[in-house]
C-alpha cells in the first residue's frame, strides 16, 4: 500500500487564546486515532500545529487505502446454530441475513473451542477503507469531539448553510503527500492552499506542492511559526536575550500560562521594551503587575531582587523596520491604566480599613446566611474557637481581624483588580500603622488561593486562613450549596484543598470533626455528615496527588481521622513495613480480624478477662499484646511510625498461632465474648498506625 505524510489545516478567525494549545492537540490527537481504527495508520506518529488562526496536523505514513483482511465474525453456540443433523437452524439463517450474509457457503463456517463450548464463527474478507473516502467524515468526527466551551454559529456564502464552530473557518487544507484530496467539512472543499500572516505574509495565498513543505514555506513566506512549542520556545529566549540588553540586571518572573496566552495571540512574534514613569511605582506592585499581565499581556521586568522596574517586556505580532510607533502605543495605552491605579490607591488610603469595615453590613454575602459583617462575626468565632483549642494564646483582636480582614472589599482598588482583595488589605492596614503580623493575616487568610500558592506566613495568618475556609464551607454546606458535578461556584474544594495543605504543611493538629459539630446546627445532621464526606473524598484525592497508591491512602483515611497532621508520616511508615517481609501476612491476618468483627454483632464492649482463657494460644496472643502495646503507643506518641509498625510485626506469629489453634465462636457463650473481646483490642493496636488490612491485597 502507498504511504505518505498526511496534512490537515483549518484556517479560521482568530481562535480563542485560552483554549488554543488545548484544541491544538486534541485536532492532531482525534484525526490519529481515526485513521489507526480504520487500519490507515500502523501507529500513531503526528506533528500538531496551532496558530491564532489555524488548527493543523500532519501525520506520518498515512496509507492510501487500508489492507484487506480476513477476519471471523463470532456468530453463536454451535449448539444453537445447528440442528442434530448438523443442518443450520432457522436462528443461524435468521443471523447471516441480519448482516448480509444470505447465500453463504457453509466453508466459510468455522467451529471453535471457547470457554467449554463451541461457538460459530463466519469467516470474512473486508476491503481496506479508501483514505480519500473516509477522512471527510473523519475530520468531521473529530471537529465534534473538540472540547469546545461554546460555538459559535454563522452561515457560509451561499448566505443560507448554517455552520456550527469555535470561530468561523475559511479555508480547508488537506494534502497526502503532493496529493490534494477530494475531502470536505464544514463547508469548504479541500485544496492545496492558505493564508499567512494577516499584514507580513509575502503573498496573499500560499500554495504547497508536498505536505512536508508546510512549515517551512509558511515561516519564509507567510512569515507564521505554525507549531505552538516552537513559537513559545522563540518567546522565551527572546525576552531573555532582550532583558539582558539593558544591562540592569533586570529579568523576568517565570509565568507559564501568560507565555501560553501570549504565544496563542501571535504567529511571528517580535519581542520589544517600553516604559514607564517611575512615579507609579509607588503604587502597589502588585496592582501594576496585575495590570500588566491581565490586560495589556506584557512581561513586567523585575531587578535581582525581585522588585518590580519601570521597564515592561512587549511581544507584537507585527515586525515593522521601526518598532518605535508599537513601543509608544503601547506605552501610551498602559499610563492612563497606572494613573487610574494610582488615583484608587490615594483615594482609599484617604478613606482607610476603618470606614470601610462600617460599610460591611451593607454587602450582602448570601441571601439565606447574611451580610459580610455577619460572616465575619462567624469567623472571628471560629478564630478564637481555634486559638483555645489548640492552646496558642493568641492575644490578637479577632472580631477586629476579621472585620477589617474584608473590609478592602468596599474599596475602588479592588473593586477595579478583585483579584487583589487582601492584598492590597495588607496595603492600607501598614498604612493606618498596624502590626506586621496583623497586616499580614489580612492577605494571608485568602492563601492558598490556588494550586502551588504560598501558604499563610505565620500562625495568626494559619488561623485566620482556616476560620475563613471553615466558615464558608459550614455556611453554605448548611443551607445545600454543594459542588455538583464539575461546578462549583463557590470555590468549596479549593476551601478543602487548603485546609488540608494548612493542617499537613504546617503540621496543625486541629480536631476537624470537634470543630464542625460545634459550628453547624445540630438540626442540620444531614449537611454534617455530607460536609466530612466531601472533605476526606478531597483529603483522599490530595493524597494520591503525592504519589501514593490507592491502597496507602485509604489504610490512612479510612478510619476518619479527626487530625490530619501526621497523615504523610504515617504514609511514609506504611512504605517502610510494605518493604518487611511479615508485612503481607500481617496484613492478611489483620483484614481476618476485620472480617470476623464485622459479623459480630454485639454491644459488650468489656475489658478481656485473662480468667477465661482455656487455650494456650490465646494467652500468648494476649501476653504480646500487652508487651507491645505500650511500646508501639509511645512511638505513635513520638510520631515514630516506622517503629511503631515494626514493633507490631512481631504479633504475627502469636496471631498465627491463635487463628490455627483456638475456635473464636466457643460453644461457652462467655469465653466466645472474650475472645472477640480480644480480637478487638488486637484490631486497634494493629490499626493504630493505619488500618493495614488495605494492603491486604
Known amino acids: 500500500m502507498n504511504k505518505d505524510n498526511l496534512l490537515i489545516e483549518l484556517l479560521t478567525e482568530e481562535l480563542p ?11 492532531g490527537e482525534l484525526i490519529a486515532n481515526e485513521l489507526l481504527l480504520k487500519n490507515l495508520i500502523d501507529s500513531i506518529n503526528i506533528q500538531i500545529f496551532s496558530t491564532p488562526r489555524r488548527l493543523g496536523v500532519k501525520i506520518i505514513a498515512v496509507k492510501e487505502k487500508a489492507e484487506d483482511e480476513d477476519r471471523l465474525i463470532k456468530l453463536m453456540p454451535a449448539r444453537i446454530g445447528f440442528n442434530e443433523n448438523n443442518k443450520p437452524t432457522q436462528a443461524l439463517l435468521k443471523k447471516l441475513t441480519s448482516i448480509d450474509e444470505n447465500n453463504i457457503e457453509l466453508t466459510k463456517l468455522k467451529i471453535q473451542d471457547e470457554k ?10 473486508f476491503i481496506g477503507l479508501s483514505l480519500e473516502t473516509e477522512l471527510s467524515n473523519i475530520i468531521v468526527t473529530s471537529l465534534n469531539q473538540l472540547p469546545i466551551k461554546k460555538l459559535m454559529s454563522y452561515q457560509l456564502k451561499d448566505g443560507w448553510t448554517t455552520v456550527n464552530f469555535v470561530r468561523p473557518v475559511k479555508n480547508l487544507l488537506v494534502l497526502h503527500g503532493d496529493k490534494v484530496l477530494n475531502v470536505s467539512a464544514l463547508g469548504f472543499i479541500a485544496n492545496n492552499q492558505t493564508m499567512g500572516h494577516r499584514f507580513e505574509s509575502k503573498s496573499s495565498q500560499i500554495k504547497f506542492g508536498h505536505a512536508d513543505e508546510y512549515e517551512k514555506i509558511l515561516q519564509d513566506q507567510g512569515r507564521v511559526i505554525v507549531n505552538f512549542n516552537d513559537r513559545k520556545e522563540k518567546i522565551r529566549s527572546e525576552i531573555d536575550k532582550a532583558a539582558k540588553t539593558l544591562n540592569e540586571n533586570l529579568h523576568v518572573i517565570n509565568d507559564e500560562n501568560l507565555l501560553n496566552e501570549i504565544t496563542a495571540l501571535v504567529e511571528m512574534p517580535n519581542i520589544l521594551i517600553g516604559t514607564f514613569e517611575k512615579k507609579y511605582l509607588e503604587v502597589p506592585q502588585e496592582c501594576l503587575i496585575l495590570t500588566m499581565k491581565s490586560n495589556q499581556k506584557y512581561f513586567p521586568l523585575f531587578t535581582d531582587k525581585n522588585i518590580l522596574s519601570n521597564k515592561f517586556i512587549i511581544v507584537s505580532n507585527l515586525t515593522p523596520s521601526n518598532s518605535k510607533n508599537i513601543i509608544e502605543g503601547n506605552e501610551k495605552v498602559i499610563r492612563p491604566r497606572f494613573a487610574d491605579a494610582q488615583f484608587f490607591f490615594e483615594q482609599d488610603k484617604k478613606e482607610g480599613l476603618e470606614s470601610f469595615s462600617l460599610k460591611l453590613n451593607t454587602i450582602i454575602y448570601h441571601n439565606k446566611l447574611g451580610t459580610q459583617e455577619d460572616r465575619a462575626k462567624n469567623v472571628a468565632k471560629i478564630m478564637r474557637y481555634i486559638n483555645t483549642e489548640l ?48 497586616a499580614n493575616a489580612i492577605e494571608d487568610h485568602y492563601k492558598p488561593r490556588f494550586s502551588g500558592d504560598l501558604l499563610p506566613r505565620d500562625i495568626l495568618g494559619d488561623v485566620a486562613a482556616l476560620a475563613d475556609k471553615f466558615e464558608t464551607l459550614i455556611g ?33 493538629s486541629l480536631n476537624i470533626t470537634a470543630l464542625i459539630n460545634h459550628f453547624m446546627p445540630n438540626k442540620n445532621l444531614d449537611a454534617k455528615v455530607t460536609l466530612q464526606k466531601f472533605f476526606y473524598e478531597r483529603l483522599f484525592n490530595y493524597l494520591k496527588e503525592q504519589n501514593y497508591s490507592s491502597d496507602e491512602v485509604d489504610a490512612v483515611i479510612s478510619s476518619k481521622p479527626t487530625s490530619i497532621n501526621d497523615l504523610k508520616e ?7 513495613f510494605i518493604k518487611l517481609n511479615q508485612s503481607k501476612e500481617l496484613a492478611s491476618a489483620n483484614k481476618r480480624v476485620s472480617n470476623i468483627l464485622k459479623k459480630y454483632k454485639s454491644s459488650h464492649n468489656e475489658k478481656v478477662n485473662i480468667k477465661l482463657f482455656e487455650e494456650q494460644a490465646e494467652i500468648q496472643l494476649y501476653e504480646k499484646l500487652i508487651e507491645l502495646e505500650p511500646i508501639a503507643l509511645k512511638f505513635i506518641m513520638n510520631n515514630n511510625f516506622v517503629e511503631a509498625l515494626t514493633i507490631l510485626v512481631e504479633l504475627k506469629d502469636p496471631i498465627d498461632n491463635f487463628f ?20 478487638k483490642q488486637l484490631h486497634m493496636s494493629l490499626n493504630s498506625v493505619a488500618d493495614i488490612s488495605k494492603l491486604a491485597n
Open 570 to 576: 504515617r504514609l511514609i511508615a506504611l512504605r517502610s
Open 660 to 679: 490455627e489453634k483456638v475456635m473464636v465462636n466457643s460453644e461457652n457463650p462467655i469465653v466466645k465474648i472474650n475472645r472477640y473481646n480480644l480480637l
Open 391 to 438: 492552646q496558642l494564646k493568641i492575644k490578637t483582636d479577632f472580631d477586629r481581624l476579621a472585620l477589617i480582614s474584608k473590609a478592602d472589599l468596599l474599596s475602588q482598588m479592588v473593586g477595579e483588580f478583585p483579584e487583589l482583595q487582601g492584598t492590597m488589605g495588607r496595603y492600607y492596614a501598614i498604612h493606618i500603622h498596624e502590626s506586621q503580623g496583623f
Open 116 to 125: 467449554d463450548q463451541k461457538i460459530i464463527y463466519l469467516e470474512k474478507k
Open 476 to 508: 453554605l454546606f448548611s443551607i445545600n450549596e454543594n459542588p455538583t458535578g464539575d461546578k462549583d461556584p463557590f470555590g468549596l474544594r479549593r476551601n478543602v484543598i487548603g485546609i488540608i495543605r494548612i493542617l499537613i504543611e504546617k503540621n496543625i
Open 17 to 27: 487564546p485560552n483554549s488554543l494549545e488545548e484544541l491544538g492537540s486534541k485536532f
